[in-house]
């Protein structure tokens, strides 16, 4: 599915676009209650066998509970259950390898990491619920695709930020057709929306330049552009508050969002800056055939004379396991001249100079 939206808030637009992902309406079968009935027995004898208090909101878990529960209840039993109803759910092949159903390491490190909390602790009434009501799975969907940690959040790079809003403002004559801009890797879209006040900032009118965030997830990709949490409602109201100035000016830049892959061949025209934030080098993309694909896709997104951006807030374990001096080689080997800048790292695509034969006209 190769989706593509402009940013809205317009409740009754969002809702149409909703149904392109999802599918609304009651998913139970005879199979997947099969399942869930199945389901519901073990954790019955779970209940009856489980010498320590059972799972609430609130509870302080230790490893003693989270040994046993995995030994009585495991999770291996479960998230199949939770995987199919959710695929069951969507018009799309959700990314569920990176979530809390594969990280979390018991039934009850799920539900301790899951924001909003589940009210049982039962599974099978969970997925029974789920199934049944269109609402609830909406909310589970994006609470479990858009952990609060995640990466999301504007100010997160301020030194980045601050460079630049002075690398763009040196240039503001520069771009006589426009300046394009991608935020790649952009997530819940908070970047994307703040490159684009940076360039409102600096004098840049809608006509002139253009704004690009991409993601290679369905649910980021609709949270992005139409700044939409249903599972956060603080979240949603301080992120729509921000950008209300951006979105309402006279004359804004052009937003857009796309499904994207870093590391693939570019399907668009290429771009004056690409940001990639949070992303290389860090728990998602550290292997050196990864890191070397992304680098490629990167470049190739560039224009002649384009700059890369790059930062993250990974811990200091990572930074050892992938140094910037490594990204650094890696955006060398693909064309790219490392620059100093602040926060992260930077990298120049140098332009390309024409040799013209002695005497050939240069037009």
Request: net charge neutral.
């Amino acid at each position: 599915m190769q989706l593509s939206f402009a940013p809205t808030v317009d409740g009754d637009e969002i809702q149409r676009r909703l149904e392109l992902l999802l599918v609304p309406g009651p998913l139970l079968d005879a199979p997947l209650s099969l399942r869930i009935d199945r389901l519901a027995r073990s954790f019955a004898g779970y209940a009856a066998s489980y010498p320590l208090p059972l799972w609430a909101p609130g509870l302080v878990i230790d490893n003693e509970m989270r040994s046993l529960t995995e030994a009585l209840l495991p999770m291996a039993e479960i998230r199949p259950l939770f995987e199919r109803l959710l695929k069951k759910g969507c018009r799309f092949s959700p990314l569920l390898s990176g979530c809390y159903l594969h990280s979390s390491a018991s039934w009850i490190d799920f539900l301790q990491r899951l924001h909003p909390p589940l009210p049982l602790a039962n599974p099978a009434a969970t997925l029974s619920r789920l199934a049944e009501d269109f609402e609830a799975r909406r909310r589970f969907l994006f609470s479990l695709m858009l952990p609060h940690h995640y990466g999301g959040g504007f100010d997160r790079y301020p030194l980045q930020s601050q460079w630049l809003s002075g690398w763009l403002k040196e240039r503001a004559g520069s771009f006589i057709r426009g300046i394009r801009v991608l935020d790649s890797a952009c997530g819940s879209g908070e970047g994307t929306y703040q490159v684009a006040e940076l360039l409102q900032e600096a004098g840049y009118s809608g006509r002139s330049c253009e704004v690009h965030g991409s993601t290679l997830e369905e649910i980021e990709l609709f949270a992005a552009a139409h700044l939409y949490f249903p599972h956060d409602p603080q979240r949603e109201r301080e992120y729509r508050a921000r950008t209300a100035p951006l979105l309402s000016a006279a004359d804004p830049p052009r937003l857009e969002f796309y499904l994207d892959r870093v590391g693939s061949v570019p399907q668009r025209e290429p771009y004056h800056l690409v940001l990639c934030n949070g992303l290389l080098g860090g728990p998602l993309l550290h292997d050196e055939a990864g890191l070397d694909a992304a680098f490629a896709g990167l470049a190739a997104r560039l224009l002649p004379g384009g700059v890369l951006l790059a930062a993250d807030r990974f811990h200091a374990g990572w930074r050892l396991r992938v140094p910037a001096e490594r990204l650094k080689e890696l955006m060398q080997a693909h064309g790219l001249t490392p620059i100093e800048v602040p926060e992260g790292i930077a990298g120049k695509k140098e332009a390309v100079l024409v040799q013209y034969p002695k005497g050939v006209a240069r037009g």
